[in-house]
């Protein structure tokens, strides 16, 4: 298994529609896990933090199931500025080097 | 603040030409990071400096050099371009305390092409 695995997509969804990304990951020692979102053209930014069975920020839901070793990440009601690549991200021993998955990308159509 | 910044924002060399990426962050972190992004790879770990005076390679070192200059600015030097280095270099920097301990700032990034 790779150490982080996501689903390229993309996932085309309209506006209002929730839509679920998982992300796999192959070290059962990783504590913490962060989705990024990732604008086209432009620099990851750190959308959540998941440290222990879930946070939720608003319309979006961060949840970590550790036994099947994956997060998932829930937008509801999706909006048009919804629309980027979804990066899940999961540290390698300790927080000084991590590892990117290559990202889910969604689009909300009007 | 400005955060992360990076120059140039676009550079096209010829194969075997030399260069140097800028990168500078004033949020008084110790860590710095150069990644490469491609197409269906993900970011991919170059270089990483953990404090001031320290650098360590990362996944894909081969090929490039790093310059912890100071606190502020880590630069990554491409000797001898090749077209297998053209990409998108994101410049990143991680705090070591409170709420910045786990997060990496990213800069505009670099996009390079070498023909």
């Known amino acids: 298994r790779k150490e982080v695995e996501q689903d390229p997509g993309p996932f085309n969804v309209p506006e209002g529609a929730t839509v679920a990304f998982n992300c796999t990951y192959s070290n059962s020692a990783s504590q913490s896990f962060f989705w990024y979102r990732q604008d086209c053209r432009k620099e990851p930014k750190l959308l959540m933090s998941v440290y222990s069975s879930g946070n939720e920020d608003g319309r979006f839901t961060a949840q970590l199931n550790r036994a099947s070793q994956y997060i998932s990440l829930l937008i509801r009601d999706s909006k048009l500025s919804d629309s980027a690549t979804y990066l899940c991200v999961v540290p390698r021993g300790g927080y000084q080097k991590v590892t990117f998955g290559i990202g889910t990308k969604l689009q909300v159509i009007p | 603040n400005a955060g992360v910044t990076q120059t140039p924002k676009f550079q096209v060399l010829k194969t075997g030409q030399s260069m140097t990426l800028q990168c500078a962050q004033d949020m008084n972190h110790n860590s710095m990071y150069w990644y490469r992004q491609d197409p269906g790879m993900g970011l991919r770990l170059i270089y990483y400096s953990a404090s001031e005076g320290t650098t360590d390679k990362g996944e894909v070192p081969n090929g490039y050099n790093v310059s912890r200059l100071n606190k502020r600015e880590f630069s990554l030097r491409l000797e001898s371009a090749a077209p297998s280095q053209t990409s998108v270099y994101f410049c990143?920097?991680?705090?070591?305390?409170?709420?910045?301990?786990?997060?990496?700032?990213f800069g505009p990034g670099t996009r390079l092409t070498v023909l």
């Open positions: 990143a920097s991680r705090g070591t305390s409170g709420v910045t301990t786990d997060t990496q700032y």
